[in-house]
């Protein structure tokens, strides 16, 4: 396993990183694990400290000796909010399709995709984030019904065809 010595004067200037970061917890965690392996602690002393597993600490020491401070600062976390609309702007364009459903014209997810797809400027090529943004604004999926509600079941008129056919 190779060791990625941390000196006392590194730590020091780490110690100085972590008060201008304060307000990142994570970053501020990070810098403390590897300040503290540079003070002379163990790493398992460390996991106590800060909640990390040894070789996480390991693993912050090596990404400190290959990029510095800026490199524990730095948050290489993917994913997040991927939001195409604000909660207003989702409203703005449901709104010209809720009084077309209104006035009883039907409108399907095709045309909302198509329309969603040309007011953020990007082809989505499936209609979950379409379904998921009318979910998340109390839409409905309204359907037609098949048979009239007042409508007996197929089985009572089929047994009163029977009694009036003979």
Known sequence: MKMH??????AESIRE????TKKNVRAYKRLQAVALRGEGKKRREISEITGYHPRTIGHLCKLYSEKGIEGLIA????GGNHRNMTDE????FLNGFAEAASKGQIITIDEIAKAYDEAVGVEHKSLSTVYYLLHKLGWRKVLPKKFH??????????????????
């Open 17 to 20: 990183a972590m008060k201008a």
């Open 5 to 10: 010595k941390i000196t006392r004067a590194e």
């Open 149 to 166: 509600p007042g409508k007996a079941k197929e089985e009572v008129i089929e047994a009163s065809k029977k009694l009036t056919l003979s």
């Open 75 to 78: 948050d290489g976390r993917k």
């Open 89 to 92: 702007e989702a409203k703005a």
